[in-house]
């Protein structure tokens, strides 16, 4: 996989992937998510210089993302937890939907050209993006709803977080603060759902691209073994980090810091189906 690149570029590479894993941590503790967003971006370029066919680039690193952002979804959750933050019913109520929703999602990307993950990703990112920079007050109740719709949400969470490749911290941080949670709960809550996506969707890409050709070597289906290796271990050490960032920040500069995160993202994928 690496034949033709001279050490340097191999250490380059290494650095930057590891410089990435850092940040990667970071914000998965100030914004409640894997950091999937960042992830999928970086992975997406290094498999390009790599010279993996395009048919395969991007589900490769939406599997990758899922797999590398378990070890930080489960520290930035239990570090949330710690603090007393996370809402433990909700989490319940979407843990059986959640697995479904990340399965259907996983049996999706199998088939689905590389655009599609990257306009559901533009698509998300941006919508929340907008909400929270501009203040915009989509208020639907006092509390979230119970029974059957609240599963439903997890369920789409899910699904459209395993084509993202994100632990699901975006669209559930939103659905809460829609319903009257503080920005500061919603994330520590999101930071659970970002296990209970990330598990599962890691599973699900393996599986669904074990018999797909011209997979890089070192990789398990639509899962690199390299790209974890390069994020999961920094990414773990600074996810802490980013949770203290989050509890000292206000809600308005952590929605200002969210939203410029997930503007961002958005440009960056909008330049990406434009050929850049």
Do not use: C
Not at 152 to 181: D, E, H, K, P, W
Not at 231 to 240: E, K, N
Request: hydrophobic fraction near 55%; avoid cysteine.
């Amino acid at each position: 996989m690496l034949a033709g690149y001279d050490l340097n570029e191999i250490l380059f590479l290494v650095g930057s992937l590891a410089a990435a894993g850092a940040v990667t941590g970071i914000l998965a503790g100030v914004f409640g998510v894997g950091g999937g967003a960042l992830i999928v971006p970086v992975l997406y370029e290094l498999f390009r210089v790599l010279n993996v066919p395009e048919e395969i680039r991007m589900p490769l690193s939406v599997g990758t993302s899922l797999a590398i952002i378990i070890p930080t979804s489960i520290r930035s959750f239990r570090a949330h937890r710690e603090r007393g933050a996370v809402d433990m019913d909700v989490l319940k109520a979407w843990a059986i939907p959640t697995v479904i929703g990340v399965l259907v999602g996983s049996a999706i990307a199998r088939y689905a050209p590389p655009y599609v993950f990257k306009f559901v990703f533009v698509g998300i990112a941006s919508v929340s993006s907008a909400r929270l920079l501009f203040n915009l007050k989509w208020n639907l109740g006092d509390d979230v709803p119970k029974g059957a719709s609240l599963r439903v949400f997890g369920f789409i969470n899910a699904m459209l977080s395993a084509l993202m490749g994100i632990g699901g911290g975006q669209l559930s941080t939103m659905f809460l603060t829609f319903y009257g949670r503080t920005i500061h709960q919603a994330v520590a809550t999101s930071a659970g759902v970002g296990v209970l996506v990330s598990i599962p969707g890691a599973i699900g890409y393996v599986l669904a691209g074990l018999d797909k050709p011209m997979l890089p070597p070192l990789s398990l289906g639509f899962v690199s073994l390299i790209g974890i290796a390069a994020f999961a271990p920094v990414s773990v050490l600074t996810a802490p980090i980013g949770v203290r960032i989050a509890h000292a920040l206000s809600k308005r500069h952590l929605e200002l810091a969210f939203g410029t995160f997930l503007l961002l993202v958005s440009l960056r994928f909008i330049a990406s189906i434009l050929g850049y």
